[in-house]
């Protein structure tokens, strides 16, 4: 088991592929309200855009953490 602090690959492995289930469901469940809300698509998706910056980026930074986890074994 992996110390207070440190996490490893699997584990990572796991937490990306719930941020990456959070990031779909979020766009869905977005554009499903918009969308009764009767809001464009288009407006709908540039509001969201700032956190789907930051999920985006901290997925890369978590694959390559990944990636170097997994290539230095």
Do not use: C, F
């Amino acid at each position: 088991m992996a110390e207070a602090g440190q996490i490893n690959a699997e584990e990572l492995a796991g937490v990306i592929k719930e941020l990456e289930t959070y990031r779909e469901r979020l766009v869905n469940d977005t554009l499903a309200a918009a969308q009764k809300a009767k809001m464009s698509k288009s407006h709908t998706m540039a509001q969201l855009e700032p956190q789907l910056a930051e999920i985006d980026a901290k997925l890369q930074e978590w694959r390559e953490l990944h990636t170097s986890l997994t290539s230095s074994k």
